[in-house]
């Protein structure tokens, strides 16, 4: 009997071994039925007892060998959709993988004890059998990820966007204190530290926001809305909070050429606060923050250069992925280190733009961060537009 058969014909014991097996994966399987536990393993089993019956060529069994999924929509979607279901139960990704291995043991055992002969005659079907679980473990394995990384995107969405009632709520209440305060008093530099700790609250939040949007949006990336816009104006604005926000520091602007175009303010704003404030975190404060805003007929560029350790080459793609940064043994403000975010949304910011960020570090020059905007043909000159910081 061939192992195609010997699947068909013994599908009910085979499917009992996988539910036993479900059964003992913890609390994720306590409350689930039969149903739930052998969740798409007879469809998963029906094609690859279909795929053993179908000739295949070298040239299929090297694709397949690779993690190339094959022709069969139906066995993707069973194991897709099994991935993505076990994700949604509470299985780890360790469980998931367990009843594949399980059921590769028990299709191989019960094989072998019941036709012996049939086994040792049959090893190429031995050997497709193994490529086929192992595609279906990629597969289940891609979706289960994917779910994950949707479940946690929503969840960091939910919280930024449930901090800000009470985000507002402190920074109006300590804002009012610092009002009816005497500057001298101790409620005021409480309100101070009060006030400056959620406006850091704010900026984190947002950061969650911002991450839901650019992986759940329809179109993926960060919305932008363009305006006429004086990008040496906006870079005072940014430079000059920054400044307040940490005189320990002192940032230097300079501008030159034609910084008109039209791009979304705010969100310009925000990535050069973002690319200020890692410079702020991880520069010397012995040496000064200089902001350059240089412009030519094509382009527009902002460079945000400090002097401090250098990047190493091998982590400075790192640097632009959401939830990597250096070391906060490497920033000069330990207390205010980020999630890492910061510089993943300026980049999506640029990006929206039809521009992008790059950066240069030596121990010799330091660090410069550059902003690279395109320029469109009249973008200076658009009718209908606001001048100046257009918000």
Not at 71 to 76: E, G, L, N, Q, V
Not at 110 to 126: K, M, N, Q, T
Not at 148 to 176: C, E, Q
Not at 312 to 326: N, S
């Amino acid at each position: 009997m061939t192992l195609s058969d010997f699947i068909t014909r013994h599908m009910e014991e085979i499917l009992a071994e996988w539910e036993d097996f479900a059964r003992t994966l913890g609390p994720a399987a306590d409350t689930m039925d039969v149903a739930a536990l052998r969740d798409h393993a007879q469809q998963m089993l029906t094609a690859i007892a279909a795929d053993l019956r179908r000739p295949q060529s070298p040239a299929q069994q090297e694709a397949k060998s690779k993690g190339e999924a094959p022709s069969d929509a139906t066995r993707t979607t069973a194991a897709a959709h099994h991935g993505s279901l076990r994700a949604e139960r509470g299985f780890t990704i360790v469980q998931m993988i367990s009843e594949y291995r399980a059921l590769r043991a028990s299709v191989l055992r019960l094989y072998a004890r019941a036709h012996p002969a049939d086994a040792r005659a049959h090893s190429d079907d031995l050997g497709r059998f193994h490529e086929a679980i192992d595609q279906a473990v990629a597969e289940s394995v891609q979706t289960f990820s994917n779910e994950l990384d949707r479940s946690r995107d929503l969840f960091l969405g939910i919280i930024g966007h449930d901090l800000r009632n009470p985000i507002g709520a402190i920074l109006r209440s300590a804002g009012d204190l610092l009002d009816t305060e005497e500057p001298a008093g101790p409620c005021f530099r409480a309100a101070s530290r009060i006030l400056d700790s959620a406006r850091r609250m704010r900026v984190i939040a947002g950061d969650f926001l911002d991450l839901t949007r650019i992986r759940l949006g329809p179109g993926g990336g960060i919305p932008i809305a363009p305006a006429q816009t004086d990008l040496a104006r906006l870079a005072r604005q940014i430079v000059d909070e920054a400044a307040s926000a940490h005189p320990g520091h002192e940032v230097r602007l300079e501008a030159r050429g034609n910084t008109r175009g039209r791009w979304d303010p705010g969100r310009l704003g925000q990535a050069l606060g973002n690319l200020l404030q890692n410079a702020i975190r991880y520069g010397s404060a012995e040496a000064p923050i200089t902001v350059t805003v240089r412009a030519d007929p094509d382009e527009v560029a902002i460079d945000v250069h400090n002097h401090g350790p250098m990047i190493p080459e091998d982590r400075r793609d790192d640097l632009f992925q959401p939830m990597r940064r250096l070391s906060a043994t490497t920033s000069t403000h330990p207390a205010e280190a980020s999630l890492g975010l910061g510089l993943y949304i300026a980049r999506e910011i640029a990006i929206a733009h039809g521009g992008d960020i790059s950066v240069e570090s030596s121990d010799l020059e330091g660090t410069t961060f550059t902003l690279r905007l395109p320029v469109k043909p009249g973008s200076s000159t658009l009718p209908g537009t606001r001048d100046g910081l257009g918000t």
